[in-house]
């Protein structure tokens, strides 16, 4: 099993409280990514990162910030959480952006924001 | 993004063969086809991709047709630890600069005892 580790993995916390997520990797993939899973809507694309320091925006990115300071660990950051940022995240490694290189997911963090 | 059409639910005996189909008509060239499954509270797992050839691996086969409009992800034998949600992903090989997964609905899988 691919090494990455998503903490906390449950989290309930109040509106307008700061929240980071953190995913820790042992694998030196290159890049990382965070998702969000929710009901009627799939996995969706928050933001991801292609190496130290080098991140960019997906689909759902608004109300979310991230940071990458070093190879294995990617942040997740809600700078002021709001009732519809309760998901669940998870975070993904893949060696390199190609499409015949697997994706590798955490077990995800619970968040309810209340 | 291309897109995939999958069966909202298949159901399986234990210890048969289970064959999920998925569609992609819209296909490119330099798609990969890609599968992952999700087990309950568990994040998606890697299973398989192809691009044009037939694919095994210890977890499944993947079964690609020869105009590539369709593939079929194929569990030999099932076990009640393969009940899960399954996706059926292209991943483009050209222009992508993300290498994101784009995921629908997916086939949720039964597997009776």
């Known amino acids: 099993d691919a090494g990455i580790t998503q903490s906390p993995r449950h989290k309930v916390t109040e509106t307008g409280t700061p929240v980071t997520l953190r995913c820790h990797q042992t694998?030196?993939?290159?890049?990382m990514y965070w998702y969000r899973q929710d009901p009627g809507h799939g996995l969706r694309l928050i933001h991801y990162?292609?190496?130290?320091?080098?991140?960019d925006k997906g689909e759902v990115s608004d109300g979310y910030s991230v940071s990458r300071s070093k190879t294995e660990d990617f942040l997740l950051t809600l700078e002021s959480a709001t009732s519809s940022q309760t998901s669940v995240y998870f975070c993904?490694?893949?060696?390199?952006?190609?499409?015949?290189?697997?994706?590798?997911f955490g077990d995800g963090t619970r968040l309810s924001i209340l | 993004d291309a897109k995939t059409t999958q069966p909202n639910s298949m159901e399986s005996n234990e210890e048969e063969p289970v064959h999920l189909p998925c569609n992609h008509s819209?296909?490119?060239?330099?798609?990969?086809i890609h599968w992952y499954r999700q087990l309950p509270s568990q994040g998606p797992e890697y299973v398989i991709h192809?691009?044009?050839s037939n694919v095994n691996n210890r977890m499944a086969s993947l079964a690609i047709a020869e105009d590539r409009k369709s593939s079929t992800l194929i569990l030999h034998r099932a076990t009640l630890r393969d009940a899960a949600v399954y996706y059926c992903i292209l991943r483009d090989g050209g222009s992508s600069n993300t290498g994101k997964l784009i995921f629908g609905q997916g086939t949720t899988l039964q597997v009776k005892p």
């Open positions: 192809g691009l044009t």
């Open positions: 993904a490694i893949s060696r390199d952006k190609y499409s015949n290189q697997p994706q590798h």
């Open positions: 694998e030196n993939h290159r890049y």
């Open positions: 990162s292609y190496g130290v320091k080098d991140t």
């Open positions: 819209t296909i490119s060239g330099t798609d990969y």
